[in-house]
């Protein structure tokens, strides 16, 4: 069974930095998992923030690209989001998804209904 643990988050001022991280475990050997971070506001949908491919390959959600930085280490056990420059509307529960069904590769604009295991989030809040 997949489990994923995010930690990191806490109360940063604008223009601050943080960086969140997820440690996985119980992932399938031999298998590609596709890796990613989404967030939600309150009374937001989940959205899509970053997600990294089985072979480090990142992809942004235009409002982060060159903000954040997502990375995980060789065996899929930890990712991690540096997250700078923060801003107000960065403020969010932040979530770890993972899931294989993309043998590793992970979609162009990936959706939350597309990954099956999460974390239970960690929150994230800026303040000017």
């Known amino acids: 069974q997949v489990q994923l643990g995010e930690s990191g988050g806490r109360s940063v001022q604008v223009g601050g930095s943080l960086r969140l991280s997820c440690a996985a475990s119980?992932?399938?050997?031999?298998?590609?998992?596709?890796m990613g971070w989404f967030r939600q506001a309150p009374g937001k949908e989940r959205e899509w923030v970053a997600t990294v491919d089985r072979d480090r390959s990142p992809w942004y959600a235009d409002f982060v690209r060159g903000r954040f930085t997502i990375s995980k280490d060789n065996a899929d056990h930890t990712l991690w989001l540096q997250m700078n420059s923060l801003k107000p509307e960065d403020s969010a529960m932040y979530y770890c998804?993972?899931?294989?069904?993309?043998?590793?590769?992970?979609?162009?604009?990936?959706?939350?209904?597309?990954?099956?295991?999460w974390g239970q989030g960690t929150q994230v809040t800026v303040s000017s």
């Open positions: 119980g992932l399938t050997p031999n298998k590609f998992y596709c």
């Open positions: 998804a993972a899931d294989r069904q993309f043998g590793g590769y992970c979609p162009t604009t990936p959706t939350p209904a597309q990954f099956a295991n």
